[in-house]
């Protein structure tokens, strides 16, 4: 399977879970992203992989007009579902793959990005595509899972997160989405790691993960390096997990 059916798959049949899922609905993280990005009424936003819509929806609030895009028809149905029970005008929801925005140049002042860079198959030409439709000045805002910056931890953890749910591509560390951002021109100008759970069996069910998997997954956290069991704790309710959180600049 390609990146795209992979992730039709993933998303396309689990759509539902993502509407009615708290993670992603947390009010404290959408006040925060509000907060860091500080948007204008003037604004117009893009949300980037707009699942089910709340990052889109949270921003709405604050700026002229928001324009989500998700590759995943799925998806977009659960985010309309929302968009139309909450009665909100100033959201357009489009079908679109990151890696190849229909926006002219220059389009956007403000982009938004949560819980799927993970999931890209290009981060680079996404990244490229995102600056493009950004104006000089512009802001990126990304929340995503990361892997802390430890030796076996890339791996491990990624390893992990590709048997949850096999449209996962990589989770990058802080450092190298430092990089990633500045080699595409960028300024970065904020950066936290959060350290955070992956609640169970929540974050299985969400993605169906085969039972098999579940176990192939405790079988790889119980055998990790110690160094790397101090920061990964986990048991049978939790598995901890570390966010990076960015805002990154469009340099003039
Ligand atoms: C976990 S959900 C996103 C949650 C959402 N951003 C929020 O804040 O509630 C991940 C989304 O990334 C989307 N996605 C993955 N690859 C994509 C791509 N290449 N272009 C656009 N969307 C993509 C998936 O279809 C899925 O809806």
């Known amino acids: 399977m390609n990146n795209k059916d992979t992730l039709a798959k993933s998303f396309g049949e689990n759509a539902y879970h993502y509407r009615i899922s708290n993670v992603f609905s947390d009010k404290d993280d959408l006040d925060r992203m509000i907060e860091i990005v500080n948007p204008k009424e003037s604004d117009i936003a893009l949300d980037i ?12 609030n604050y700026v002229k007009e928001v324009i989500a895009i998700d590759i995943v028809e799925n998806m977009l149905n659960q985010a309309s579902i929302l968009v139309q029970e909450r009665k909100i005008k100033n959201i357009s929801l489009m079908k679109m793959d990151v890696h190849s925005l ?37 802001k990126l805002y990304i929340l995503d899972c990361s892997v802390l910056n430890l030796e076996e931890a890339k791996s491990i953890i990624n ?65 990790m390096p110690k160094h790397l069991k101090e920061f990964y704790d986990f048991n049978e309710e939790y598995i901890t997990t570390y966010y990076v959180e960015l805002l990154a600049i469009k340099q003039t």
């Open 159 to 223: 390893h992990i997160e590709k048997l949850r749910d096999p449209s996962h591509i990589k989770s990058y560390s802080l450092e190298e989405w430092k990089s990633m951002l500045k080699d595409q021109g960028f300024h970065i100008e904020y950066t936290r790691t959060i350290k955070t759970k992956y609640i169970l069996p929540e974050w299985f069910d969400r993605m169906n993960t085969p039972e098999k998997n579940r176990k192939h997954i405790f079988h790889i956290l119980e055998n």
């Open 102 to 138: 229909k926006f002219e140049d220059t389009y956007f002042d403000i982009a938004t990005c949560r819980f799927a860079p993970h999931h890209f198959y290009d981060i680079s030409k996404a990244l490229r595509e995102i600056y493009r439709v950004l104006r000089q000045g512009g």
């Open 49 to 60: 992989a707009t699942g089910s819509g709340y990052t889109a929806i949270a921003l709405s």
